[in-house]
């Protein structure tokens, strides 16, 4: 069974940064696309960044040039370095992973405050 273990979740307040990792196993990470979403009550769960295998990143529109997704193979961990937080960014943030079938975390909980 595959598995994603979010971390680094918290409140902050806006302006400020986090960082949220996600560690896979049981998976074949070094060819396995990874990304982030999130979702917020009473919303749908959007694509926030993704990175592929081959290190190819895309982001919503909403993120880019505050967001970077970046992933460590040798640790199986991929990570979302999030600045310039703001409070719409609050969220539930969930891991992913794509190798055939798609694979979620548990998710972790992003509060930026005004």
């Known amino acids: 069974q595959v598995q994603l273990v979010e971390s680094g979740g918290g409140l902050v307040q806006a302006g400020g940064s986090l960082r949220l990792s996600c560690a896979a196993s049981?998976?074949?990470?070094?060819?396995?696309?990874m990304g982030w979403y999130r979702q917020a009550p009473g919303k749908q769960r959007e694509l926030v960044a993704r990175?592929?295998?081959?290190?190819?990143?895309g982001y919503a529109d909403s993120v880019k040039g505050r967001f970077t997704i970046l992933r460590d193979n040798a640790k199986n961990t991929v990570y979302l370095q999030m600045n310039s937080l703001k409070p719409e960014d609050t969220s539930v943030y969930y891991c992913?992973?794509?190798?055939?079938?798609?694979?979620w975390g548990q998710g972790t909980q992003v509060t930026v405050s005004s």
């Open positions: 990175i592929s295998s081959g290190g190819t990143t």
């Open positions: 049981r998976i074949n990470f070094r060819v396995a696309a």
């Open positions: 992913t992973a794509l190798l055939g079938e798609q694979y």
